[in-house]
């Protein structure tokens, strides 16, 4: 059993969109135990998420804050994970991947930037097809990337949204 990493630090647009992926990659990670890395607001509806084992909170604070880079290192390493599965994409998680991770099989776009080419990567596909093809770059078996189904946080979302959101 090895421990996944997935990171998307989100919107709730985002976090409805990568339901379907989420779920092909505990398909593809039956036994394995898979973290989501995020921000505090979507932590707390991440964790009724059945596909996920655990959410960490990433208060991403400027990168010039070297006590709390090398707190979220120490908090990261002590999960030893084998895999990550970058969907944010950002140059801050790139900025991760260098100076925070150990981890040599990481997932992100810019493994299907190298393999499609940039311009159509960023001007042709949907989020949703960039995020299947990241998948099977890596032979993760897309069933439900295409399909999100956020039905899991139908009956918490008012609570959660509210809690954070609401003025």
């Known amino acids: 059993m090895s421990n ?24 593809n990670h ?16 991440l964790s009724i998420c ?5 959410t960490l909170i990433d208060r991403r604070l400027p990168r010039w804050n070297i006590l709390y880079l ?3 290192k120490k908090l990261l390493e002590k999960f030893n994970f084998t895999h990550a599965y970058d969907l944010q994409n950002s140059s801050r998680t790139n900025f991760y ?3 925070l991770f150990s981890i040599s099989d990481w997932n992100s776009s810019k493994k299907v930037l190298k393999k499609i ?10 989020v949703l097809e960039r995020f299947k093809q990241q998948l099977e770059i890596s032979n993760v078996k897309t069933n439900y990337a295409l ?16 809690k954070y959101f609401a003025k």
């Open 30 to 45: 039956p036994v394995d135990k898979i973290f989501i890395l995020t921000t505090a607001p979507y932590a707390e509806l």
């Open 117 to 126: 080419g940039r311009k159509k990567y960023l001007e042709l596909e949907s």
């Open 4 to 27: 996944i990493l997935i990171i998307k630090h989100g919107s709730l647009g985002d976090i409805v969109q990568i339901s379907g992926v989420l779920k092909d990659i505990r398909d």
């Open 50 to 54: 059945p596909y996920l084992d655990g």
């Open 97 to 99: 991947r260098k100076y």
């Open 147 to 162: 399909k999100p189904d956020f039905s899991w946080a139908c009956d918490n979302v008012d609570q959660i949204v509210n």
């Open 70 to 72: 090398l707190k979220l």
